[in-house]
């Protein structure tokens, strides 16, 4: 593992999230009256060691995603109309990457670090605040059934039929 890796993994005391996969940790949950949060930030990695990143899901709420520092990231986003788009997170302005990003609502949504990277470090919030029950994996069947032209993607970070789609309670909090 590399040392910067090993570090940061420390510091913020990273780990893997359910299902997904990304090493994270919360930064920021308020509670409304009735105990749902009414936002949410997390600061995230991806690294190839140990293997982080994020496979397939949509969230019920728009999420912010924020670039902090490392390597770049990919970001491939699988539309309910049909479309897909590829976005690259990083400070690489003349490459057309962005430090900021919205992924709409509803949008399928899987990212990772760029192929010779070491490791990337971002944030995402969400408002309302995110929440196990509002995570749904992405199974690689149905992905591929609404996503024929993405099948590398969907073949490398789709949830496998089969395996747990969703997230148990308090597993993200």
């Known amino acids: 593992m590399h040392p910067s890796v090993e570090q940061l993994i420390e510091r913020y005391d990273l780990a ?6 990304t090493l ?3 930064t920021y949950r308020p509670e409304a009256d009735d105990g749902s949060p009414v936002g949410t930030a997390i600061i995230g990695m991806y690294s ?3 293997l982080s990143r994020s ?3 949509r969230l019920p709420a728009d999420e912010i995603w924020h670039f902090y520092g490392g390597d770049p990231i990919r970001l491939v986003l699988l ?3 049909g479309s897909s788009d590829e976005v690259w997170l990083g400070l690489d302005f003349a490459r057309g990457q962005h430090v900021q990003y919205v992924i709409p609502a509803g949008t399928w949504q899987a990212g ?3 192929p010779d990277g070491i490791y990337g470090l971002f944030g995402c919030t969400m408002a309302p605040g995110f929440t196990e029950a509002g995570f749904e994996g992405g199974a690689k069947s149905v992905l591929l059934a609404s996503h024929p032209n993405r099948s590398d993607d969907i073949d490398r970070l789709g949830i496998p039929d ?3 789609h969703t997230m148990s309670a308090g597993s993200a909090s």
């Open 16 to 21: 893997p999230l359910e299902v997904e996969g």
């Open 24 to 26: 994270f940790t919360n």
């Open 48 to 50: 190839h060691e140990p």
């Open 55 to 57: 496979l397939f899901h």
């Open 79 to 81: 539309s309910p109309d």
């Open 112 to 114: 990772e670090l760029s």
């Open 162 to 164: 089969g395996e747990a």
